[in-house]
């Protein structure tokens, strides 16, 4: 399968995920994965009406974890934190390896033997997807603050636009959305431009770096989300594909 072929699926499932089953020929799958996010929103300029920002760039990148290798010494979060907010604070990290220590990503059910240090030892980390289209984060938060941003097309949060609603928080369905509450700001990971400090805080060589591929059918979710689309982002994602 090409390279195109695999990126014409992946937008079909996306299709199928926000519902819209919307069949389209190969020329309006080319138009539509070479339009970059500014170009969408210059779409609906165009036709006399303001559009909502939508993510339609993959990733570059990708951080993954090998729990088979992961020691929970959590110094892949210090050193998320360190670096991008200049203070020692693992909760707030971007990589989520503490809220699984003790009993794996699905927690302490009903006594079951699961994973973590009360289960059979396996430490998962946690870490974000960079979703493609649709992205959970971004098309929740009503003021377009989560953005592309190059050379990695990493989702990031533009603290400038963050009001702190915590929508993109609800959102995630791995709830990989961090929230400093000393600056009232949104907060995930953005690859740290393509050297990402968690992996090479790592010890024992848990985490890795690699090409972006999509693992949001892979890896099972923790939460439903409790966000609903706002119209507006809803309306522009059906015009655009029915162009």
């Known amino acids: 399968m090409s390279h195109r072929d695999e990126e014409y699926e992946i937008l079909e499932r996306a299709l199928d995920f926000m519902g819209l089953n919307h069949p389209f020929s190969r020329r ?63 909760e707030l990290s971007r990589i989520k390896v503490t809220r699984n220590l003790a009993y794996g990503p699905k927690g302490n059910f009903l006594g079951q033997r699961g994973q973590g240090n009360f289960g059979q030892g396996l430490i998962v980390q946690d870490l974000c997807k960079q979703c ?16 592309v ?29 961090s929230f400093d509450s000393d600056t009232n700001k949104a907060t995930k990971c953005f690859l740290c431009n393509g050297k990402p400090k968690c992996v090479e805080a790592c010890p024992a060589e848990a985490l890795h770096y690699v090409a972006w591929r999509d693992l949001t059918d892979k890896i099972p979710p923790r939460v439903v989300p409790t966000v609903i689309v706002a119209p507006a982002k809803a309306a522009a994602c059906i015009d655009c594909h029915k162009k």
Request: aromatic share 4%; net charge positive; charged share 20%.
């Open 149 to 177: 941003k190059p050379p990695t097309n990493a989702r990031v949060v533009d603290p400038k636009k963050c009001t702190g609603c915590k929508m993109c928080q609800r959102a995630c369905p791995w709830e990989m959305m």
């Open 132 to 147: 493609p289209h649709p992205v959970p984060c971004a098309n929740a938060c009503p003021n377009d603050a989560i953005v």
């Open 28 to 90: 309006e799958f080319l138009l539509i994965s070479g339009v970059a996010v500014v170009g969408i929103s210059a779409l609906g300029a165009k036709a006399g009406k303001p559009m909502p920002l939508i993510i339609v760039d993959k990733a570059e990148g990708l951080v993954i974890g090998d729990p088979t290798k992961c020691v929970g010494c959590r110094r892949c979060e210090l050193a998320c934190t360190e670096f991008n907010d200049g203070k020692a604070w693992p």
